[in-house]
Every structure is written in C-alpha cells, then in structure tokens.
C-alpha cells in the first residue's frame, strides 16, 4: 500500500462501509489521514441518508467534521433522539439527540469500586487509600449505570414490541 498513489487509494478507501473505515484508522498513519478524508465520510452519509439529509447536517464549522455528523446521526438511528444512557463495549455515556453529553465511566471502574473492602484499608497507606477512595463511584454513578444496564437489556423486549 506504500507504493500505491494517493488517488488510487482513495479509491480504494472509497469502497469501505462505515465499519471498515473506522478499524482502518487503527492500522497504520497513512491509512488513518485516508479513512478521516472528509470526502469518505460525506459520500458515506449520502448514501445512507440522502442528499437532502446531507444538506441540512452538513458542518458548518470546522470544529466538526463529516465522519462527527455521521457518528451522530447513526447513534441517532440507534437509540433515538430523546435522553438515554447508553452502553458502548465497557463504556457508558449519557446521550442527547445523538450527541456525547457525557462519559460516565466504564465497567471496569465500576467493577474496581465495588471491589475495596475494609480489609484493603490495611494494606495501603493512609494517602494510597483515600486516593483509591476517591475513584470510587458515588450513588449517582451506580444509579446511572443501572439504568444503562437496564436500558440495555431491555432494548430487545422494546424493538420486539414495536414491530
């Protein structure tokens, strides 16, 4: 791929599906610069949404780009439009119109915190503790990621229903 023009792989790129693009981010720098090129994303959204959509979502600051607006509007198809807490792998975020409101944490974090005991008090120092205290989750924060457990679960029964 390192011998081959530009163009042609643009080209190349060109033939990728949203999925595709993403995970070719990850496999070296020159295809990352590819699979951001604004173009990819723009053609990607007409596709999908037509070219009236892509008129109206169209960024009109360069704070955003097409692959953002294409993130969006396919969360949007996913989980709605209203406020929803939703899981993606170990993370979950709070989401609004199908935008990142906020990141509320992850599994894990979620796992660690429940994990302390008064017996891990004994084996660290007064400093390590209250440092590893302050990581752990506060009631909202459980609450939150019940409610995302939940939606998550129920998500099947709800599109089940509708159809």
Known sequence: MDNLP??????????????????????????????????????????????????????????????????VQDRCDRVGLGLKIIREGDDYFLIHQGEIQRHLGSRHLQDDASASTSSDATRYTEDEFMGRRDRQMGILDRILFFIGDLETASAPAKRGRFL
């Open 6 to 71: 530009a163009d042609l792989c643009m080209k190349i790129f060109c033939l990728l599906d949203h999925k595709d693009l993403v995970t070719a981010q990850q496999v070296c720098r020159k295809w990352k610069v590819f699979s951001l090129e604004n173009d990819l994303w723009c053609n990607l959204f007409k596709e999908r949404w037509g070219i009236e959509r892509a008129i109206f979502y169209a960024p009109t600051d360069d704070a955003k780009s097409w692959k953002d607006v294409y993130a």
